[in-house]
C-alpha cells in the first residue's frame, strides 16, 4: 500500500510541476497548438498503445468515470485561475482550496465506481484529509 502511496504522490508532484512549469513558460503562446490557450488547457498527446493520457481508449465515448474526472478537472483548473494579491500566503490558500477540492472530487469519483479495495480506501482518506486541510485554510482566510 505505501508504494502505491507513494506513486500517488509522485504523480501528483509531477503534474503539479509540470503545470508550474507551464505556467512560467513566457513564450508558450509561440509554441506550436498553444495560440490563445492559457496553461491549465495544454493537453499531452495520445500515448503509446491507442490510448490517451488517462487510460481511455482513443476512440468511443467516455465512460461516466471519465467524464466524472474530466469535469472535475475542468472546475479545479478554472477555480485554481486565482487573482494574485502579491501576499504569498493568501495566494497559496486561495489557490490550494480549489486545488485540494478538485481532490476530494476525484477521490469521489472512484468511490462512486472504483473497485479496488486498495484505491477505495485511499480515495476516503483523500476526502477526509483534504476536507481537513480546506477546512484549515477557510479559517485561515476568515482570520
Not at 512549469?21 to 495560440?35: S, Y
Not at 491507442?50 to 476512440?59: L, V
Request: charged share 20%; proline share 6%.
Amino acid at each position: 500500500m505505501l508504494k502505491k502511496i507513494a506513486l500517488v504522490a509522485a504523480l501528483g508532484a509531477a503534474f503539479a510541476g509540470g503545470l508550474a512549469l507551464a505556467q512560467n513558460m513566457p513564450n508558450m503562446q509561440n509554441m506550436p497548438g498553444m495560440q490563445g490557450k492559457s496553461p491549465g488547457q495544454m493537453s499531452m498527446p495520445p500515448a503509446a498503445g491507442g490510448h490517451s493520457g488517462h487510460g481511455a481508449p482513443a476512440s468511443g465515448a467516455d465512460s461516466p468515470a471519465t467524464r466524472a474526472f474530466k469535469a472535475a478537472n475542468a472546475k479545479m483548473h478554472k477555480d485554481m485561475d486565482i487573482k494574485y494579491s502579491g501576499n504569498v500566503d493568501r495566494d497559496f490558500v486561495a489557490g490550494m482550496i480549489p486545488h485540494h477540492q478538485g481532490a476530494v472530487e476525484m477521490a469521489r469519483v472512484v468511490l462512486q465506481y472504483g473497485t479496488d479495495p486498495e484505491i477505495r480506501a485511499l480515495a476516503e482518506g483523500v476526502v477526509r484529509e483534504q476536507e481537513k486541510e480546506i477546512a484549515q485554510m477557510r479559517a485561515w482566510q476568515a482570520r
